[in-house]
């Protein structure tokens, strides 16, 4: 796999995770917080996160363990947390 493929497929899955967010989940999931203003989130759910990487999977039933791990690596590297 090549490393445009790669971020293209990072680029996919954090799109999609982003539109399955919403202002109201974001205060769902800020409420099991102590200083919630302070914790930034997408207002995806882990029911959306499963979702999402399960269509992941079968959409790219082809790619081996490694390019999943590697995609899954390279995802987490740009990920933003507060």
Known sequence: MT?????????????????CGSEAKAKKIQRY?????SIITQGAMAADLRRVITEFHQENAEFSPD???????ALLKKAFYS
């Open 3 to 19: 490393r445009r493929n790669q971020t293209r497929q990072v680029e996919s899955i954090k799109e999609k995770l982003a539109q």
């Open 33 to 37: 917080f102590s200083e919630p203003e």
């Open 67 to 73: 390019q999943v791990l590697k995609i899954s690596e």
